[in-house]
C-alpha cells in the first residue's frame, strides 16, 4: 500500500510563495510518475504538474507554467511544489497522485493512489 502525505499548505497574500511537499512511503518512491492536482469546491479536480521518476521531464498547466516548479528527491521519497507569485485563482485544495508508470501523466483518472490533500489560500 502506498501513502501520500501532504503538508505546506497555507494563506498567503497575493504575489507570495508556498512550497508543498509530499512525502510517499510503502513502495519504491523512483517507481512512480508523481502529479499534482487541485480542487475549488464544485468544480473538478484539474491536472497541475507532473513529473517523471527520474525527475527529468516535467509538464505544467498553462495557468501555471512559469510560476510553480515540481520537483522531486528519490533519496527522501517526496515530491514538491514551488509555487511563485500566486494569485487568488490559485486558491484550492491540492493533492499529490502518483502512479506506477514511466513517463508523465497528466490524466487525473490514470493515478493510483492519492493524498488527502492541503488547502491553499491566496488573499488578495
Known amino acids: 500500500q502506498v501513502q501520500l502525505v501532504e503538508s505546506g499548505g497555507g494563506l498567503v497574500q497575493t504575489g507570495g510563495s508556498l512550497r508543498l511537499s509530499c512525502a510517499v512511503s510503502?513502495?519504491?518512491?523512483?517507481?512512480?510518475?508523481m502529479g499534482w492536482f487541485r480542487q475549488v469546491p464544485g468544480k473538478d479536480r484539474e491536472f497541475v504538474a507532473t513529473?517523471?521518476?527520474?525527475?527529468?521531464?516535467?509538464q505544467y498547466a498553462n495557468s501555471v507554467k512559469g510560476r510553480f516548479t515540481i520537483s522531486r528527491d528519490n533519496a527522501k521519497n517526496t515530491v514538491y511544489l514551488q509555487m511563485n507569485s500566486l494569485k487568488p485563482e490559485d486558491t484550492a485544495v491540492y493533492y499529490c497522485?502518483?502512479?506506477?508508470?514511466?513517463?508523465?501523466?497528466?490524466?487525473?483518472?490514470?493515478?493510483?493512489?492519492w493524498g488527502q490533500g492541503t488547502q491553499v489560500t491566496v488573499s488578495s
Open positions: 510503502g513502495r519504491t518512491f523512483s517507481s512512480y510518475v
Open positions: 513529473i517523471a521518476r527520474s525527475g527529468d521531464i516535467t
Open positions: 497522485a502518483a502512479k506506477y508508470a514511466v513517463g508523465i501523466w497528466t490524466i487525473e483518472a490514470r493515478y493510483d493512489y
